[in-house]
């Protein structure tokens, strides 16, 4: 195999650290917006929903048990509390620290990538 599993795990890693700073957006996008609950990525959704798709198999018979989860797994988990009179739920020092914290590990998995992709590369001139 050309590629390893790696790859792909750092190719899921990099879709949990782009809908956790799609959800840090939103979340900040709306701090002034009454009744707004905050929301965040439930990592060990993503993990065990990562799982379970490697799990799926070819079932030969309709009354097997299929390996796969029925129904879809939401990541994204809202939260109740409220910080402000309005009913806002977003802590904008939290957001703002969940997002340093998720850019440094999306730079982290780029720069892995990139190790990777250079190896290839490697590889592929015959090792000059």
């Known amino acids: 195999m050309l590629f390893s599993s790696t ?11 782009a809908l956790t700073q799609k959800t840090i957006a939103q979340n900040i996008a709306n701090v002034d917006t009454p009744n707004y609950k905050s929301k965040a990525v439930s990592f060990q959704d993503v993990f065990n929903e990562a799982k379970t798709k490697q799990l ?5 018979d309709k009354r097997h048990i299929p390996f796969a989860r029925s129904g879809e797994l939401s990541s994204v988990r809202t939260y109740m509390k409220a910080y402000r009179h309005t009913g806002n ?6 957001e703002q620290a969940n997002m ?14 990139n190790g990777k992709f250079n190896s290839l590369q490697q590889v ?5």
């Open 7 to 17: 790859i792909q795990g750092l190719e899921k890693g990099l879709d949990y650290a």
């Open 56 to 60: 799926e198999a070819y079932r030969t």
């Open 100 to 113: 340093a914290e998720n850019q440094i590990y999306y730079n982290a998995l780029i720069d892995r990538l």
């Open 124 to 128: 592929i001139k015959g090792g000059r």
């Open 89 to 94: 739920g977003v802590d904008m020092d939290k």
